[in-house]
């Protein structure tokens, strides 16, 4: 049998090619990325899904967490509201066995955009 042609879209394969039960969490937080921006681009990039090149944002699903990957300095701005989630400089982990905060990361996505509004480096 032959193997089914790829989508269209990269972004498409990346889900379906996931664990089934974590697909629904990858399409809740690319929703919710084009809820906030319906405009950005998607893609590929780093081996994971990319939203405007990078200049947005990334996700990608890891073995114990869905992992968010925001230019900085959105996760220092907001550092206060993401204390029960593991961070670092440009990634939020967010456990795969709890719901997807879906405020949060709207906020989060509003405030890379503002910050890309007022910055005059552009990032490829």
Same mark, same amino acid.
């Given at each position: =049998?032959? #193997?089914? $042609?790829?989508? @269209? /879209?990269?972004?498409?394969?990346? !889900?379906? /090619? ?22 950005? @681009? ?5 081996? =994971?899904?990319?939203?405007?090149? *990078?200049?947005?944002?990334? +996700?990608?699903? =890891?073995?114990?967490? %869905? *992992? ?9 701005? /907001?550092? #206060? #509201?993401?204390?029960? +989630?593991?961070?670092? #400089?440009?990634? !939020?982990? +967010? ?5 997807? $905060?879906? @405020?949060?990361?709207? *906020? %989060? ?8 509004? @007022?910055?005059?480096?552009? +990032?490829?």
């Amino acid at each position: =049998m032959k #193997k089914p $042609p790829k989508s @269209t /879209n990269e972004v498409d394969d990346y !889900i379906s /090619n996931a664990p089934k039960e974590h697909q629904g969490k990858l399409i809740e937080i690319r929703k919710i990325i084009k809820d906030v921006s319906p405009n950005s @681009t998607e893609s590929i990039s780093y081996r =994971m899904p990319a939203y405007d090149k *990078g200049n947005l944002c990334w +996700f990608a699903l =890891m073995k114990t967490h %869905l *992992g968010l990957y925001i230019r900085p300095p959105i996760i220092a701005l /907001n550092h #206060k #509201k993401l204390l029960k +989630f593991k961070t670092s #400089k440009s990634a !939020i982990q +967010f456990p795969l066995d709890e719901p997807i $905060p879906v @405020t949060l990361i709207k *906020g %989060l996505l509003k405030d890379r955009i503002k910050e890309n509004k @007022t910055t005059t480096v552009k +990032f490829k």
